[in-house]
């Protein structure tokens, strides 16, 4: 994990150093054109558009102050500094000018129309207690719905059997439902300390294999303290419990509960990295007629490494690795090793409906190795199980409004093994609208 942080530091140090150097000269000859002439309006507005791609929001908000000197009545001015300020998550100097803003008469529609987006968001993160959540439905195809073997054989007891016709790979769609909803609630103890809920629902119904209906829910619950606000500005950790329950089929599949901690560090300007390690003791129900998962009831320890890097005002990088332990099952060749990469690089953009919201395109990618320990003697007795599970795919998310939206995601998935019982791949595309409050 401490190789993949540092190559990511040095992947992000090294891309388009031309263009960083770039961009750091021309903040300098522009700020220096700003004091040479502190009345030139464009040239302060000019200097803040780049600090601020360049992640320097102090000193564009420096630059912006020492307009209202001048002409302290400009809306474009107050606009500009409620947004940086939001941004620093100062939110009641966001407030603030957002107000102001409100009440200058060279208010043109267009950023009054971002003020009544945002202001209300500045307000609610005032609030000690905070609810906010994300909805979405709509409709799911997949190619290979039932998970079924590309080649349709599958090894027994280490003989490879054809599958019959009827448990084949066959497509289908399904009607789906996604919720997430945290809630915040603020210790008000001056350190920014807040207690953190965290709830995670989906849930499908199958057009032909209503066996296949998934349900799941997990919740997690902790609280989040600052480490040394005056040392460490924006460090925090946080411990937590988590449960969860998995049906398949309109039958139990699985449960989990578990606890954790996780960190978050920002190491840079535009960086931050959150570590973290998880245990989880998961129950599978073998009782269900339903085909249990081939890892069986045990304890799962998970140590992770999360990056988050803002590029520019447009686009954000965000890598995660992870291992993952299984062990205490019932039978050697059930305990496992699993190591996952995965990353997200998201562009946003102004709407094409000429509203104040960004539209944004999310392609991302993620790779899962798993490693059984032994052989499973009911499969192949000679053969160890290990598989490569390849994701690729893309997220378009179009808000029409602050609440409403479309999102639709394409994916395609892979997996390699050496057991051909679970060499399988499958292209999804799923779509629907969605609410956020």
């Keep these: 994990m401490a190789a993949a942080a540092v190559a990511l530091s040095a992947c992000l140090a090294a891309v388009t150093p031309g263009r960083a150097q770039d961009a750091v000269l021309q903040q300098e000859i522009l700020f220096q054109q700003t004091l040479r002439e502190p009345g030139n309006i464009e040239a302060v507005f000019a200097f803040a558009r780049v600090a601020t791609a360049n992640g320097d929001y102090e000193a564009a908000i420096g630059a912006l102050e020492r307009i209202q000197f001048f002409q302290p009545g400009l809306a474009r001015v107050k606009y500009e500094l409620g947004a940086l300020y939001f941004r620093l998550r100062a939110y009641e100097m966001a407030r603030r000018y957002f107000k102001e803003a ?44 039932t ?6 054989v599958v090894s027994l007891g280490g003989l490879d059997l054809a ?12 009607l789906f439902g996604l919720v997430g909803v945290s809630h915040d609630y603020d210790l008000d103890n001056g350190r920014g300390d807040t207690l953190e809920t965290r709830f995670v629902g989906y849930g499908t119904d199958q057009f032909r294999f209503h066996d296949l209906n998934v349900g799941l829910a997990e919740l997690t619950f902790g609280p989040r303290f600052a480490l040394a606000p005056e040392l460490l500005p924006g460090a925090t950790v946080k411990p937590y419990l988590v449960g969860g329950n998995t049906w398949i089929g309109g039958a139990q599949y699985l449960s989990v509960v578990g606890a954790g901690i996780s960190a978050s560090f920002p190491v840079a300007q535009r960086v931050s990295l959150t570590p973290g390690f998880e245990w989880n003791r998961v129950d599978v129900n073998t009782g269900s007629p339903l085909p249990v998962s081939t890892f069986n009831s045990g304890d799962w320890f998970t140590a992770s490494l999360a990056a988050i890097a803002q590029i520019n005002e447009h686009i954000t990088l965000r890598a995660q690795g992870l291992y993952r332990r299984g062990t205490d099952t019932a039978a050697t060749y059930f305990d496992f090793n699993q190591w996952e990469a995965d990353a997200s690089l998201t562009y946003a953009f102004p709407s094409l ?10 392609p991302f990618a993620r790779v899962i190795w798993t490693s059984f320990d032994a052989p499973n003697p009911a499969i192949d007795p000679l053969t160890t199980r290990r598989d490569t599970e390849w994701t690729a795919g893309v997220i378009f998310d179009t808000p029409i409004s602050k609440t409403f939206g479309v999102s639709t995601t394409l994916q395609y998935d892979r997996t390699n093994s050496t057991l051909p019982n679970y060499r399988q791949d499958n292209l999804s595309a799923m779509t629907g609208p969605t609410v956020r409050f």
């Design 163 to 174: 599958l019959l016709p009827s448990a084949t790979r066959k497509p289908d769609g399904n």
């Design 147 to 152: 998970y079924a073997p590309n080649g349709g």
């Design 353 to 362: 409906l000429g509203a104040s919201l960004n539209w944004s395109v999310s």
């Design 102 to 145: 409100l009440s200058c008469p060279d208010l043109d529609p267009v950023t009054r129309d971002r003020i009544e987006t945002s202001l209300p968001d500045a307000e609610k993160q005032l609030q000690q207690s905070r609810l906010s959540g994300f909805l979405q439905g709509g409709v799911r195809y997949q190619s290979n719905a």
